[in-house]
């Protein structure tokens, strides 16, 4: 008796197109070019936040072994005044999340 396995047709592969959106090969390259980009932009950006993270750790640290308070208020609201006036209102949402990521890491 001889036993048959059904096959199933394989699949493509994805093509450049299909992974970016694009209509045309020369927007899929252009777009694949864009992301690489931003790859590496987010890269140095997450790089600069958790350096930021350090930075803000030393100056909590200082500020409580002199008998300071951990997060001082005064300081957060010029930094989300500066993110707001960069970026406008969702600025303000970075800013306090990038706060939420530095406070409280002594």
Known sequence: MTVTTPTTPATPAA???????????????????????????????????????AVSAVIQETRITSGGRRVNLSREMEVLDHYRQALGKPGTALAMTMLELCRGRV
């Open 15 to 53: 093509t450049t197109a299909d992974k970016t959106g694009a209509r045309t090969p020369e927007a899929a390259d252009v777009i694949t070019g864009a992301r690489d980009r931003i790859d590496a932009l987010d890269d140095r950006i997450i790089g600069l936040i958790q350096e930021r993270m």
